[in-house]
Structure formats: structure tokens, C-alpha cells
């Protein structure tokens, strides 16, 4: 398979920020808020988030103690809409230059992360402008989109080539692409950091890729 010949190179690639390798994973249970559209899409929505957590081994909660919602998802159809959300600016400092930035980009999506103290994810906010590329997708598949890459501190540039996830064609259902599955599913193993930015860590995390991806093909 394909899938299978993802080296150590292309994984040390999804990490690498600014020439410099930082991994990070979630340092707690996901309790996400989905903010901008209807209770039918909501349903769809929380299950696909459901869905791509469960790679990591984690389930969504209703609550976190410390922050209460800690994966903040907000739809628009403009970019000017977040600026008029209440108490945003003061989650991500510097709001209203952000949007102009995302316009000037022609940019649908943002993610703005904290950390722990241990460099864990503790929270992320998720911006969705809802343009003609967003529209083209179903609920689901933009619901697994983002949740896919969302699960990790993926480098910028991570899925500019090709999406995390692919289209089942029998039932037109999206699914996080099994390379990248490996790789979540590797990044949240037990014995892996939450966070690193040494360089050897991405040699510990593709042999457990490697070997995901074989026991895959085995299965099959």
C-alpha cells in the first residue's frame, strides 16, 4: 500500500515549524463548544469529533475543570463576524489584526492553541469561515477535517498537498486517511511525551507509525 511507505522524513515534516521540530498532543479530555450552526449539524458534528478522538483512545466530555469548554469552534460566513464575538479578544490577544491577516490570505480556517505546563494541548480555538471550498463538503467530512487536524500541533504547512482525510466511496463517508490515523494514534500512545522539540523524538514516533501501518496491512 501507498500508506505504507510514509518515512521518517515525512513525518518529521508535520512537525516542523519554522525549521524547528515541536510535537504536541492533548494534555487532557477535549470538551468542545460548536458555536454558528443548527442543532442538526451539531449532532453530525459531535460525532465525527467523536469519531477521530477515538483514534487517540480519548472520549469528548461535556466539561473540563479548569476551563470549562476547551476546544472553541466558531463558524462565519465573514470574517468580520468573529470580531463581534463577546470575550474573544480577550482568548486570542490581537483579534482584530488576525482578521484582517485571514482576509488578506483569502484564509477559511485558523486554529489559535494554549498550552499546559507540560507543552500539552489544553486549548484550542477553531475558526471556520464557511466559503465555496467549506461548503463543498458534507457536515461530516469538514467535521472530521477539522477534528483531524485539530488532534495535534500539526506544522502550517502539514496538509497543504493532500487533506487528512479521504472519502469512502460505497457511502461517500469521510475517515482520517490511515497514514495519518497511524500517526495519531502513535503521537497519543502511553509511553510517547505529551510535548517535544527534540529532533529524536520523531524517530520513537515513526517506528511505532511503521509498525501500525504493517499490522494494518496484515489485518486487511
Not at 500500500?1 to 515534516?13: L, P
Not at 473540563?64 to 482568548?91: H, K, Q, S, Y
Request: proline share 4%.
Amino acid at each position: 500500500m501507498a500508506e505504507a511507505s510514509f518515512n521518517e522524513d515525512q513525518i518529521a515534516h508535520l512537525f516542523t515549524h519554522d525549521d524547528t521540530y515541536r510535537f504536541a498532543r492533548w494534555g487532557r479530555a477535549i470538551a468542545p463548544v460548536v458555536f454558528g450552526t443548527d442543532d442538526e449539524s451539531l449532532k453530525a458534528i459531535h460525532a465525527a469529533f467523536s469519531s477521530v478522538a477515538s483514534i487517540a483512545n480519548m472520549k469528548l466530555v461535556e466539561t473540563d475543570p479548569e476551563l470549562g469548554a476547551n476546544f472553541l469552534v466558531f463558524f462565519c460566513n465573514d470574517w468580520d463576524e468573529i470580531v463581534e464575538v463577546p470575550n474573544l479578544d480577550r482568548m486570542m490577544p490581537g483579534l482584530d489584526k488576525l482578521v484582517k491577516q485571514l482576509k488578506r490570505a483569502g484564509a477559511n480556517q485558523y486554529r489559535h492553541f494554549a498550552f499546559d505546563e507540560q507543552g500539552g494541548i489544553k486549548m484550542c480555538i477553531l475558526l471556520i469561515k464557511a466559503d465555496a471550498d467549506m461548503m463543498q463538503l458534507s457536515v461530516q467530512a469538514l467535521a472530521t477535517d477539522q477534528m483531524a487536524r485539530s488532534i495535534l500541533l500539526w506544522s502550517e504547512d502539514a496538509f497543504l498537498l493532500k487533506s487528512p482525510i479521504g472519502i469512502i466511496e460505497k457511502n461517500n463517508m469521510a475517515m482520517v486517511r490511515p497514514n495519518i490515523a497511524a500517526v495519531i494514534r502513535a503521537g497519543y500512545d502511553k509511553t510517547m511525551p505529551v510535548a517535544a522539540e527534540d529532533p529524536t523524538h520523531v524517530l520513537r514516533l515513526a517506528s511505532r507509525v511503521m509498525q501500525l501501518l504493517i499490522d494494518g496491512d496484515e489485518d486487511d
